[in-house]
């Protein structure tokens, strides 16, 4: 009768006790990684989401037709109120609306996006 020496059976329950702890963590981490990816991956299409928004309204706005026009400040207005504009894109956005839209509707469309307290100006002596 052969005895198994003592340092063969600490690492057999050592493997018996780890294997499962190293696959519960191996879970672990394929989950959240899974998690990450599909954060990223839902920031990705609300930007998409809102740039096209974005190239939609600004072509309403450029056509000159009347009924465009409202349609695509009505759009870039909700889109400035909206969550899905990420504040990355925040100024991006308010830099266009102003642009392209300001000059085309005039400033008092645009009074209500920001805080009640700022006026919105279309240019001055020294850059326009």
């Given amino acids: 009768m052969s005895m198994i020496p ?3 059976s600490v690492v057999g329950v050592v ?3 780890l294997s499962p702890l190293l696959a519960l963590g191996g879970v672990f981490l ?4 899974t998690r990450k990816s599909d954060r990223e991956l839902d920031v990705w299409r609300h930007r998409e989401e ?3 928004m974005v190239r939609w309204a600004v072509e309403q706005i450029l056509e000159g037709d009347e009924a465009g026009t409202d349609a695509g400040v009505v759009t870039l207005r ?3 109120r909206s969550e899905l504009l990420q504040a990355e894109d925040y100024d991006l956005v308010a ?3 102003a642009s392209v839209a300001i000059d085309r509707v ?3 469309a645009y009074a209500d996006i920001a805080d009640a307290d700022i006026e919105v100006v ?3 002596e020294e850059h326009g």
């Fill in 106 to 108: 005039g400033p008092a």
């Fill in 95 to 97: 830099a266009l609306t």
């Fill in 122 to 124: 279309e240019g001055d």
């Fill in 50 to 52: 809102t740039m096209r």
């Fill in 15 to 17: 493997m018996t006790v």
């Fill in 78 to 80: 909700s889109l400035m």
């Fill in 30 to 33: 394929g989950s959240y990684l």
């Fill in 6 to 8: 003592t340092w063969i």
